[in-house]
């Protein structure tokens, strides 16, 4: 069966510092992956998303950066957090695009 | 363009009532929909899913969905709801005409004594 871990699962940090917040998928090859954010009373925000190694597709224009460097490993960064990227994190993934997202647990990120 | 709204941001049930959660899409080839569950600072669930087959769509828990087309609609129902369903739940639709599924800004469900 496929997994999907997220790590760390809560942050705090200050204005300005970088961001590395890590998404690997466990029991598939060559899925799609995605980056959504949450913030608070607010629906999803889709960051980021790939269709392979590589390969990344910015949907919003923002402070942060996406990269996968591996097939089943996507990371979201940043060179120095604003505090409007406090917020919740999902990572995802999929077999193709428009099929059913599976999500990580999130990570909460709250910038000081 | 593909989108979908959630009427209501704040629905609130008695237990063992009806619970009934909208969903309006608009799209102008057929659509793929989804309902997602979630709960307090955990990740998304998938409920289920209407791909072009039954429009009546049994899900996890008991819910379960009906696609109408004429309404362009497919709203979230349960008979008797439990304490446990107390969450957050998301529409969401792909046309294909976007490379993504674009999500409704969601309904917070409170379930009440």
């Known amino acids: 069966s496929q997994t999907i871990h997220q790590w760390p699962a809560t942050l705090v940090q200050p204005v300005g510092s970088p961001l590395s917040l890590e998404c690997t998928v466990e029991?598939?090859?060559?899925?799609?992956l995605y980056w959504y954010r949450q913030a608070a009373g607010r629906g999803l925000q889709l960051l980021f998303y790939?269709?392979?190694?590589?390969?990344i597709s910015s949907e919003v224009p923002q402070n942060l950066s996406a990269s996968r460097p591996q097939d089943r490993q996507f990371i979201l960064s940043s060179k120095k957090l604003l505090l409007s990227d406090s917020g919740f994190y999902l990572c995802?993934?999929?077999?193709?695009?428009?099929?059913?997202?599976?999500f990580g647990p999130g990570t909460r990120l709250l910038v000081l | 363009a593909q989108s979908v709204t959630q009427l209501g941001s704040h629905v609130s049930v008695s237990e063992g009532a009806l619970v009934l959660l909208r969903c309006n899409y608009s799209?102008?080839?057929?659509?793929?929909l989804f309902w997602y569950v979630q709960y307090p600072n955990q990740g998304l669930q998938l409920l289920l899913k209407?791909?072009?087959?039954?429009?009546l769509v049994k899900g996890i828990n008991g819910f379960e969905a009906e696609f109408k087309k004429s309404e362009t609609s497919f709203h979230l129902t349960k008979p008797s709801a439990h304490m446990s369903d107390a969450a957050e739940y998301f529409c969401?639709?792909?046309?294909?005409?976007?490379?993504?599924?674009?999500f409704g800004t969601g309904t917070r469900l409170q379930v009440t004594l």
């Open positions: 995802a993934w999929s077999r193709g695009l428009g099929e059913t997202q599976y």
């Open positions: 029991g598939t090859s060559n899925p799609n």
């Open positions: 790939s269709v392979g190694i590589g390969q």
């Open positions: 799209s102008s080839v057929p659509p793929y």
């Open positions: 209407y791909t072009s087959a039954a429009t």
């Open positions: 969401a639709v792909y046309t294909g005409t976007a490379s993504k599924l674009t």
